[in-house]
């Protein structure tokens, strides 16, 4: 009864002491959770591509319909194709606004074809897919605007990075086991930045810390600029290298000349 000898004013002090560490742990744990839940994520934050709920909903019926034979009812992937959580919208834009996607059969390297969605259905898959992971956005305007990009410059980015594959002029070129780099004739801007942000199939990602928004740019330049340009040696011959230039060279230019022999010796006798 020691406690009841003491003070009324005495008792709660020390009561108060031994609370207090409590009291100051919960305010601790309070705040830490108020934070948590301003700033985490939340499912509507996910999907945070600006698509509104039916949009997602439009893309999940989309996709049910024509992609989870081979990428799985969850997504999840299967034996006949990779799950596409976290591949973000600008894969999605890449593969379906090309026509690679949905792929009609499986081989050496999936081909393209006419592309069967309109833009409206893309962008409802690429929002629904975008909204199940984080990914690689579809590149904006800005991000596109090439007007005054440095088409020198981007010249030199895709020599070192791309011209192995593509060939030096985008002519595209042929890889080992029966795959191929397309011809980068005629590829909207979109499609060739989403290339590099993506890296379909065999092609490396090319990711903006690596090579920047501005490099991109250039690339892009460089590639309208090869495809616009006259050609003032005459015939371009495809533009696919020396071999072609050297096989022409011969047949039409040594096959002349011996034709002219020819004919000069028929005359001759
Ligand atoms: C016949 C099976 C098949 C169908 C149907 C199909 N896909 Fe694919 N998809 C594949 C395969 C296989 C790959 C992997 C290609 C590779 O990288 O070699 C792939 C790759 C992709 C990728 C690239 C993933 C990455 O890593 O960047 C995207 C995006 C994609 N598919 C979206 C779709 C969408 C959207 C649909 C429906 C409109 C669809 N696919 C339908 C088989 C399929
Ligand atoms: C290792 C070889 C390789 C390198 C290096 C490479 N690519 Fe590719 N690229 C490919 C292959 C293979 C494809 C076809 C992929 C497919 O069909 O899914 C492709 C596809 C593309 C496409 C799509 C073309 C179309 O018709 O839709 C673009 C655009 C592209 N590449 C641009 C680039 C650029 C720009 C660079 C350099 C920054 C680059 N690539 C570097 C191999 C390469």
Redesign the pocket.
């Known amino acids: 009864m020691r406690l009841l000898s003491k003070p009324l004013g005495a008792l709660s002090r020390q009561r108060r002491r031994r609370f207090a560490p409590m009291v100051l742990l919960l305010v601790a744990l309070g705040l830490t959770g108020g934070a948590y839940a301003a700033f985490a994520p939340s499912p509507q934050a996910a999907a945070a591509t600006g698509a509104s709920a039916q949009t997602l909903k439009d893309g999940r019926d989309l ?1 049910l319909r ?2 989870s ?3 799985g009812l969850n997504v999840e992937g299967s034996s ?3 799950t ?1 959580v976290g ?1 973000g919208a600008a ?2 834009d890449f ?2 606004g090309t026509g690679r ?3 009609a059969q ?1 081989g050496a390297q ?1 081909q393209q074809k006419r592309q069967q969605f309109t833009q409206e259905e893309i962008q409802a ?1 690429a929002a629904y897919i975008a909204s199940l992971g984080p990914g690689p956005a579809i590149p904006s305007k800005d991000q596109l605007d090439y007007a005054d990009a440095d088409a020198a410059q981007g010249g030199q980015i895709y020599r070192t990075n791309c011209a192995m594959c593509h060939n030096f002029a985008g002519s595209g070129g042929a890889l080992t086991r029966g795959k191929y780099a397309p011809s980068l004739q005629g590829v909207s801007p979109k499609h060739i930045y989403e290339a590099m942000l ?1 890296g ?2 065999s092609m490396p990602v090319f990711p903006d810390t690596t090579m920047t928004s501005q490099d991109k740019r250039d690339i892009i330049a460089f590639l309208k600029t090869t495809q616009t340009e006259p050609s003032p040696g005459g015939l371009a011959l495809g533009k696919v290298g020396p071999v072609t230039e050297g096989l022409a060279g011969w047949l039409l230019g040594l096959g002349g000349l011996i034709a002219c022999a020819v004919w000069l010796g028929a005359k001759a006798r």
């Open positions: 996709y024509n992609c034979s081979c990428h006949d194709g990779p596409l591949v894969s999605v593969q379906v996607m949905p792929a499986l999936i898959l993506t379909p199939q």
